[in-house]
């Protein structure tokens, strides 16, 4: 109550002009009666007045003039008031004197000859407030409290009147002498407070400090706060230490002088040292606060104090006082504690010199870390004071007194880094307490190792010699719980940079651990792996998990630990910790760490632990998953997770989940939830993703080792997924149902209230999982626990009718241009995950829920249609065996025209079969729609029908029959055969026709072309696509095209094959390079990559700069074909020079702008033609499409790559190629094209070979060897274009393979190998990587050796294609035949003009259908069938078969005769032409004859 009232009066002390609201009332000058208070200025104005009338009765008894001041003094006071503390009074300074000198007497008279405690009675009646009597003392007081707050000079008046040494006496009565019965009241708050503050007030002037030590007052009242504490009062305790720190930060000399010579601080700490003992800490620590705060304020001044203190014991007292505080049970800070630690550290700072110190630091340290040699900052001078703190923490135990002790340590660092080498390399403080900080509490534990901690983290230091310590701490007691702390400690410090890895390895710790992890593990084995109970606070567990994260913090990223813990055989024990919970976190990160030096260990324990994993350790097996993949983000984990049988570990983990999504599941499988297992598969098929993702070799594996079925036979096994329709069942079509998107469904699916039923939830999530992975997207996502986003899936807008699904014939000859573009499309990293979608679609079909599974079933179709809407993504399709799995998978959807899939599954089917189709497919897929062979039943009626009238053997048979097929009230004599017959014969023709129909439609969509050609309408040929926007390079590497040996060069050398002599370079007679590309997307002008036809680099044995002697390219800036023949060194871009070197050498370059001859999108062929002629001259032709686009004369390739001129004899000379951009020119841009048959001719070929390879186009495959001229009989001998030692080399997909590096070694030889492994990064030796190689058809022919082919370097800028059209893939299966058969089955006008159609189609683009025809003579039968059908045939028909004569513009035909065979059969044929005269097409008909 007391200090409240105290500290509240200090406050309202602090502003000296306030009206001191709630003060009792002064007495009131009299006022004239009925008016209003005058003003502050009248007030002014009549105290002036009334001040001059009491300076005119100075001459009069003392009485009389002290009773007319008293008398102004309230007028005083409330003109004070009224001006809200401003005072406009002339006479200020006399009526100050004269207050001031009468407060003096009345004090002094009140003081004078009285004994201590009735002097102090006194003088508080004096200035106590007694209502309306006597209240002169009171009244005075305010006067002089106002006057004091004035300004400096008035401040000087008072302090010359001798008033402040009596109010410092009254200060020491009241402190000293305490009433008898203490009532403090509101008036004496009050009168406290103005009597403080006047004392406050003085201290800031100096004349007022010089009167305060003018007698002892000061020194008895300094050593009163030190010795009187038992009698002091304590309503003036706080106000008397307020003044004397008033009077200590005054810092006045005199003061110091003053304390010296009456030995204040001398007798302070004596006093204090007789007390220490006995009074309260906090009491006793505040008395030296008070003598301190004298020390300190003094110091800046003088240090005399500060030697005062030294000498005085005044450090003893300190730690004395300090100590006390230990056998105190506070749970708080005591703010006199705080305040003495304060003036403790602050004496550590206090000395006369600098403390020394030596910076040779010989041991590793951070990296910034900087030794501070200069003195920025305050650094520690008083080592005796800072040994105070040391002892004090040494002796200690209790937490608020230890921690406040390290928190002075910290602040000491904090002002400047030195100080911690100054200290601990004198009196090692932190080494010392790492001895004893076991002994203390845990929070001074805690804070200690926080402390050491600020050394790395803050300082940048490594303090080896205290970590060692710290070491030793922990392995002295490791059960202990400051060994825990310590290696918690430890764990953050090791986190901070690698090189404590190598300090704690060094030092022995990694070993430590090891050892107590060791045991700790035969324990945990030996109880049987309990583990413990959750919410239970186990310090062993958690010790044991801290020395798992802190093993873990110093593997990482250091091998040599990994090392060391593999020498420890620690593998073991730590697999035993994967089975706690608790600990398997850290065990799964140290496993990780070693699989840097051991991935197939690692594999090994992880693929292990899951296959060996139980039922119910989900939690397990999804820990091991998510380990798993973090490994699998690397090459060496991806190699080695192969190698362990990872992939077969997988689809086992889940194969065992079988019948764990039925309704309801397996036994085994009731206690866990479908959310459990759901989340089980997607980590699965993470795991699945990561390893297959851009890895060609796992690719390869997964692929050849048929893993794709397996994993879609253990996912149908789940049971959410229904059984695999029988053809027998009944189909329930819902025509009027319209499906909502895929990706709205899978929406919907993950929502936190599915409206789904369970089943069908769990299909779509995973149907979700597999087309994220499908992407290449499902690995990639962090957060698992999060439903993967649904692949790109377009809107389904209302679906474009295909060529021939228009029943009136409206075909369209081209696709749309939107259906040819790439840009926009989804990708498909992984279209073997997309088969697995389409052999589940059947399987989505759940009879509880038949409209809802249709639903599904439709969405998802049309999710995959808009998946192969773009020409790459058929393909990729294509080669991953789309179409094989939609005959297998969806074969009743694809038969029966009534179900909701089958237009959608046709759809799809047709896009795929367009670019590529195996025969034995397409022969499947044309025997959807044919009805079964008649049953044994049929036949046997069928037979006794025919032969009813024979033997009396059948008789029987015919009976049974009739009875079992005819009606009881058959009419006697008919013949029930025959109706039999009938029906089933009428039958069978109606749905013949109609399937002959639907054939012929999505022949007429899968035969349509989907490109350009200038002359005539042509089938794509298999290619290489280059796409120079995802790694910037890929390439064809050519190996060993030639071999220039020395005379006395070993055989050995040289690489390629063939059984000749080595193949010269550069060849006499010219050369000619042929190639058919096609240019999807140009490269900008300010990307400036060229586009690389041709490379033709050398190398001379031994030495080091290969050199490009011929090369071949477009340049991006204005399409310009490049052709040179300059010696260039081969190197990479950042150091060679610009592609459009403005100034080629002379003669060495030709360029030929060819741009508006370029078209994307379409194919085009490319020869270039190299003379030789006299000497070193040559002369180089260019030819785009048959035509010549430039010529020029040229330097020939000169001899010798180089500057060189000669070669030694035991030399050689390496010859190799690269068709489009190697790795060392690697450059991102746009580029994208593709490649067809390339060939290289050692010699120049004529203009009129060349035309007749024009002709042949990009799907001719052989070696021009026996070709035939267009329109020649096929019986005649064929000729060769080119002799067979001229082919260098050819190259085309039909003659490819997939094959190793080191079959390539086996087969052919070990220089192409060695080549071939340089090239692709890979060892001589690998045998996983997966090697694309085009074979050198030419590769049989006789002449010299020849490069084995071509390999595909680059794993995601070169694709490849091969190229299989419906139409080519007739061939195989009947061809003309099955084309015919269509014509044959036409019933109506619309079926004949689909059958011509498909006919028109294949014989327009596929040459070999022609000879095929004219094989089988199938134009005689064509002309046969059209003669029985003429009735079929309309206008349109009839307009087709003039297209494929070639007699009638449509299209892209010629006027000429290209089809001799339809001519001469069909349209000179006078019998059909007479038909035709008469019927439907006599318009057409008479329009032709015209014509013609």
């Known amino acids: 109550m007391e200090a409240e009232d105290v500290s509240r009066a200090e406050d309202r002390a602090e502003c000296p002009g306030s009206k001191n609201e709630g003060q009792p009332d002064v007495a009131q000058p009299d006022f004239p009666h009925g008016g209003q208070s005058p003003g502050p200025t009248a007030l002014w104005e009549m105290l002036e007045r009334k001040f001059l009338e009491y300076q005119k009765l100075a001459h009069g008894s003392p009485a009389e003039h002290q009773q007319s001041l008293l008398n102004l003094l309230p007028l005083f006071l409330k003109a004070w008031e009224n001006s809200v503390g401003i005072i406009s009074f002339p006479s200020l300074q006399s009526l100050a004197e004269d207050i001031s000198n009468q407060l003096a007497q009345e004090i002094q008279k009140a003081l004078v000859g009285k004994p201590a405690e009735q002097a102090r009675e006194a003088a508080g009646q004096l200035l106590r407030w007694k209502g309306d009597v006597d209240q002169d003392g009171y009244l005075l007081l305010k006067s002089v409290y106002v006057l004091t707050g ?287 900080v076991p002994l ?199 190699a080695a997770f192969r190698v362990s049988s990872g992939f077969n570990g997988l689809l086992s983990l889940l194969s065992d989940l079988e019948g764990s999504l039925q309704e309801p599941p397996l036994q085994a499988w009731g206690m866990v939830s479908p959310s459990q297992t759901l989340d089980l598969v997607l980590h699965t098929l993470c795991a699945l993703s990561a390893a297959l993702h851009l890895d060609p070799v796992n690719s390869d594996f997964f692929k050849k080792n048929g893993l794709f079925e397996k994993l879609a036979e253990d996912l149908c096994l789940l049971g959410c997924f229904g059984a695999q329709e029988e053809e027998e069942a009944p189909l329930h079509s819902e025509a009027d149902t319209k499906a909502r998107p895929f990706a709205d469904l899978l929406s919907a699916a993950f929502a936190s209230a599915s409206p789904f039923p369970p089943k069908i939830q769990s299909c779509l999530q995973i149907l979700s999982f597999l087309d994220s992975m499908a992407s290449g997207t499902l690995h990639l996502r962090r957060d698992l626990k999060e439903p993967p986003r649904a692949g790109q899936d377009p809107a389904p807008h209302a679906q474009k009718e295909d060529a021939g699904s228009d ?133 046997i009626l069928h037979s006794s029908c025919v032969h009813g009238g024979d033997s009396g053997g059948s008789g029987p048979q015919a009976a049974e029959a009739g009875t079992a097929e005819g009606p009881g009230g058959a009419a006697p004599g008919a013949d029930p055969c025959s109706a039999v017959t009938q029906a089933l014969r009428s039958s069978r023709t109606s749905q013949g026709s109609t399937t002959a129909l639907q054939t012929s439609l999505s022949l007429i969509s899968m035969t349509s072309p989907r490109n350009l050609q200038p002359q005539k309408a042509a089938l794509a040929p298999s290619f290489v696509e280059f796409d120079m926007s995802v790694e910037g390079y890929g390439c064809l590497f050519i190996p060993t095209v030639s071999t220039v040996m020395g005379t006395s060069t070993e055989y050995l050398v040289s690489g390629g094959i063939g059984t000749g002599a080595a193949r010269s370079f550069p060849p006499l007679g010219g050369l000619t390079f042929s190639c058919w590309f096609l240019i999807s997307r140009h490269s900008t002008v300010t990307e400036g990559h060229p586009l690389r036809f041709l490379t033709l680099v050398r190398h001379l044995a031994r030495t080091e700069q290969p050199f490009i002697c011929f090369s071949v390219s477009l340049c991006p800036d204005d399409l310009s074909l490049v052709v040179s023949t300059e010696e260039k060194e081969f190197q990479s871009l950042d150091i060679m020079e610009p592609e459009d070197d403005p100034e080629p050498s002379a003669g060495r370059q030709l360029r030929v702008r060819c741009g508006q001859l370029l078209t994307c999108g379409q194919w085009h062929h490319l020869a270039v033609v190299v003379t ?115 082919v260098s080399f050819g190259l085309h997909i039909a003659s490819s393979s997939i094959t190793s590096v080191t079959d390539i070694r086996n087969t052919y030889n070990e220089v192409d190998s060695r080549l071939i492994a340089k090239e692709m990064n890979i060892s001589s030796r690998d045998n996983a990587m997966p090697v694309f190689l085009l074979r050198n058809c030419a590769g049989h022919l006789s002449g010299s050796l020849r490069t084995v082919g071509a390999v595909a370097v680059g794993q995601l800028g070169v694709r490849v294609f091969h190229s299989i059209p419906a139409a080519s893939s007739l061939d195989f299966i009947g061809g003309p035949a099955i084309l015919l058969g269509l014509i044959s089955l036409a019933t109506d006008d619309h079926t004949m003009y689909a059958a011509v159609k498909v006919l028109h189609s294949v014989l327009t683009s596929n040459a070999m259908c022609d000879r095929l025809m004219q094989h089988i003579s199938g134009y005689q039968i064509m002309a046969f069938l059209l003669r029985k059908k003429t009735s079929l045939l309309n206008q349109r028909s009839f307009q087709l078969i003039l297209s494929i004569a070639g007699t009638a513009e449509l299209g892209f035909g010629s006027s000429l005769v290209t089809n001799v065979g339809v001519f001469q059969h069909i349209l000179c044929n006078f019998e059909l032409a007479e038909q035709l005269y008469k019927g439907r097409c006599g318009r057409c008909f008479r329009i032709y004859g015209g014509k013609k």
């Not at 055989?569 to 990780?592: H, N, T």
């Not at 690692?602 to 091991?624: N, R, W």
């Not at 040819?820 to 979608?837: F, K, Q, S, T, Y």
């Open 150 to 436: 004035t300004n400096s000079e008035t401040l000087g008046t008072v302090a010359a009147s001798g008033l402040p040494p009596l109010l410092l006496k009254c200060l020491y009565l009241f402190f000293v002498f305490p009433l008898e019965k203490e009532e403090v009241l509101e008036n004496d708050v009050q009168v406290q407070r103005m009597f403080v503050q006047m004392l406050l007030n003085i201290c800031s002037e100096s004349q007022g400090l010089e009167r305060l030590l003018s007698g002892n007052e000061l020194q008895s009242l300094v050593i009163a706060t030190t010795c009187l504490w038992e009698h002091s009062c304590c309503f003036w305790k706080e106000p008397t230490f307020c003044v004397l720190r008033a009077i200590s930060k005054a810092q006045h000399l005199g003061i110091i002088e003053y304390l010296q010579a009456m030995d204040c601080i001398k007798l302070s700490l004596q006093n204090l040292s007789k007390l220490a003992d006995t009074l309260p800490a906090p009491k006793v620590s505040e008395s030296v606060s008070l003598i301190l705060g004298f020390v300190k304020d003094s110091y800046p001044v003088s240090s005399a104090l500060f030697l005062e203190f030294e000498n005085g014991e005044g450090y003893p007292l300190l730690l004395k006082v300090l100590l006390r505080y230990d056998a105190l049970a506070q749970s708080e800070v005591d703010p006199h504690l705080e305040e003495l630690l304060e003036l403790l550290v602050w004496l550590t700072t206090c000395g006369r010199s600098e403390l020394k110190v030596f910076d040779s630091i010989t041991y590793p340290q951070l990296e910034g870390f900087k030794f501070h040699h200069e003195a920025s900052g305050v650094t520690v001078k008083n080592l005796q004071a800072f040994q105070v703190l040391q002892n004090v923490f040494q002796k200690a135990s209790n937490p608020v007194l230890c921690t406040k002790v390290l928190s002075a340590i910290r602040t000491m660092w904090v002002w400047n880094a030195r100080n911690f080498f100054l200290l601990e390399w004198t009196l090692q403080p932190i080494s010392q307490f790492v001895e004893i």
């Open 440 to 638: 203390k509490p845990a929070p001074v534990q805690k804070q200690f190792f926080q402390l050491l901690e600020a050394l790395v983290f803050e300082l940048h230091y490594v303090p080896h010699e205290i970590l060692r310590k710290v070491q030793c701490l922990i392995k002295e007691s490791p059960e202990s719980p400051c060994a825990l702390v310590a290696l918690q400690s430890v764990l953050r410090i090791a986190g901070r940079d690698l090189l404590f890895t190598d300090i704690f390895r060094d030092s022995g710790l990694l070993g430590l651990l090891l050892a107590q992890l060791r045991k700790r593990a035969k324990i945990l084995r030996k109880s049987g792996n309990k583990e413990p109970t959750l919410g239970v606070q186990d310090p062993e567990r958690e010790l044991t998990c801290v020395m798992l994260r802190t093993v873990v913090t110093l593997l990482r990223g250091s091998v040599r630990n990994a090392v060391v813990l593999k020498d420890h055989g620690m593998v073991p024990f730590i697999k035993i910790f994967l089975d706690v919970e608790w600990y398997r976190e850290a065990s799964l990160s140290i496993l990780e760490q070693l699989s840097v030096i051991n991935a197939e260990e690692y594999m090994s324990i992880i693929v292990g632990a899951l296959c060996s994993s139980t039922q119910g350790e989900l939690e397990l097996k999804l820990d091991l998953l998510q380990s798993l993949l973090r490994i699998l983000d690397t090459p060496k984990g991806r």
């Open 807 to 939: 029943p009136q014939g409206n075909f369209k000859l081209w696709p749309d241009l939107e259906e040819r573009m790439d840009e926009g499309d989804a990708v498909i990293i992984h279209p073997g995950v997309l088969c697995i979608m389409v052999r589940l679609l059947p399987r989505l079909y759940h009879e509880d829920h038949p409209q809802l599974s249709q639903e599904i079933q439709c969405s998802m179709a049309s999710h995959i249609q808009s998946l192969v809407k773009s020409e790459k993504n058929r393909q990729v399709m294509c080669e991953a065996g789309m179409l094989r799995t939609l005959v297998a998978s969806c074969r009743r959807a694809l038969t029966t025209s009534t179900s909701p899939l089958h237009s959608g599954l046709i759809r799809i089917f047709e896009k795929l079969a367009s670019q590529a189709i195996e025969p034995d497919v397409l022969r499947q897929f044309l025997g959807l729609g044919v009805p079964p062979p008649p049953s044994a039943a049929t036949k």
């Open 1172 to 1286: 030789k002629e006299m000497k070193r001259n040559c002369t180089v032709s260019t030819y785009l499409d048959g035509q010549i686009v430039g010529s020029a004369k040229m330097l020939y390739i000169q001899a010798l790559p180089g500057p060189f001129l000669s070669m030694d004899p035991s030399s050689f000379v390496d010859v190799y190629g690269y068709i489009s951009t190697p790795r060392v020119w690697k450059q991102k841009s746009s580029l994208i094209w593709r490649l067809g048959p390339t060939y290289l001719f050692e010699e120049a070929i004529s203009v009129d070979t060349l035309e007749v390879i024009n002709k042949l186009g990009p799907r001719y495959c052989g070696n021009f060897q026996a070709v035939h001229a267009q329109g020649e009989d096929l019986d005649t001998e064929a000729t060769p274009l080119v002799a067979e030692e001229r």
